[in-house]
């Protein structure tokens, strides 16, 4: 079977080619194939340093954005210097709660001139209101006396009366906010219980419904900044 294959092999070479011919082929032929050994095993070098350079290079570096970098920043300080830093840290916090709290004044007083603008410009819903404090009066002592009578006659029987329609234009001119909105309905809802009460001849149900209405009244005035402008209150 070996001999067979020798012959197999020797079939690929001519055979007019001498045996020194057949060994100056095995040299050139040895000597071109070292070289391209060699060049495959360099390839081979190139491309396994550069998939190690890949491999090992490092992750993409996200981008960094103007809140994250003042939390790093601040973060890196309290880790380097400690308390002396925290407490820098805290002044520049304070800093800026400051500066917030400047900026509330700053509107909350920008509202109260608006308010006061309006305020100065409604004589009319002013008149009402001071009626308001007038008749509230009245009532209150008729009703303190137990005179159901002179209250009933005071407060008109109905809330459809023209004081009480003038007293709900100024509400609804100068109330601005849900709280001040808020106490209107309460003033409107207990005054109508209070001459239901009046008007049934019930003594202490008027005196809690009087209470009611006075107080929701006065909290409205304070609200609107109207009550140092008001005779009575």
């Given at each position: 079977?070996?001999?067979?294959?020798?012959?197999?092999?020797?079939?690929?070479?001519?055979?007019?080619?001498?045996?020194?011919?057949?060994?100056?082929?095995?040299?050139?032929?040895?000597?071109?194939?070292?070289?391209?050994?060699?060049?495959?095993?360099?390839?081979?070098?190139?491309r396994r340093t550069l998939c190690k350079a890949f491999n090992e290079s490092p992750p993409p570096t996200p981008a960094l954005t103007k809140r994250g970098f003042s939390l790093c920043f601040i973060t890196s300080l309290v880790l380097a210097a400690g308390n002396g830093c925290s407490n820098a840290?805290?002044?520049?916090?304070?800093?800026?709660?400051?500066?917030?709290?400047?900026?509330?004044?700053?509107?909350?007083?920008?509202?109260?001139?608006?308010?006061?603008?309006?305020?100065?410009?409604?004589?009319?819903?002013?008149?009402?209101?001071?009626?308001?404090?007038?008749?509230?009066?009245?009532?209150?002592?008729?009703?303190?006396?137990?005179?159901?009578?002179?209250?009933?006659?005071?407060?008109?029987?109905?809330?459809?009366?023209?004081?009480?329609?003038?007293?709900?234009?100024?509400?609804?001119?100068?109330?601005?906010?849900?709280?001040?909105?808020?106490?209107?309905?309460?003033?409107?809802?207990?005054?109508?219980?209070?001459?239901?009460?009046?008007?049934?001849?019930?003594?202490?149900?008027?005196?809690?419904?009087?209470?009611?209405?006075?107080?929701?009244?006065?909290?409205?005035?304070?609200?609107?900044?109207?009550?140092?402008?008001?005779?009575?209150?």
């Amino acid at each position: 079977m070996a001999t067979a294959f020798l012959s197999t092999a020797n079939s690929f070479f001519p055979s007019s080619i001498s045996p020194s011919t057949s060994s100056s082929c095995s040299s050139s032929s040895s000597s071109s194939l070292g070289t391209a050994l060699v060049y495959l095993n360099n390839q081979n070098v190139q491309r396994r340093t550069l998939c190690k350079a890949f491999n090992e290079s490092p992750p993409p570096t996200p981008a960094l954005t103007k809140r994250g970098f003042s939390l790093c920043f601040i973060t890196s300080l309290v880790l380097a210097a400690g308390n002396g830093c925290s407490n820098a840290i805290a002044a520049i916090l304070e800093a800026d709660d400051d500066e917030e709290l400047l900026e509330k004044v700053k509107k909350d007083r920008k509202k109260r001139l608006e308010r006061q603008g309006v305020i100065s410009s409604s004589g009319q819903e002013k008149g009402y209101l001071q009626d308001v404090v007038y008749k509230l009066s009245e009532i209150g002592q008729a009703i303190d006396n137990n005179d159901l009578s002179t209250a009933s006659s005071v407060l008109g029987g109905s809330t459809d009366t023209e004081w009480v329609k003038n007293a709900n234009v100024a509400f609804n001119k100068l109330s601005s906010s849900p709280e001040e909105k808020t106490q209107v309905e309460t003033f409107n809802s207990s005054l109508a219980s209070l001459i239901s009460s009046v008007t049934k001849n019930d003594v202490e149900s008027s005196k809690v419904a009087f209470v009611t209405s006075a107080t929701a009244f006065e909290k409205w005035t304070t609200l609107t900044g109207l009550v140092g402008q008001l005779k009575g209150l």
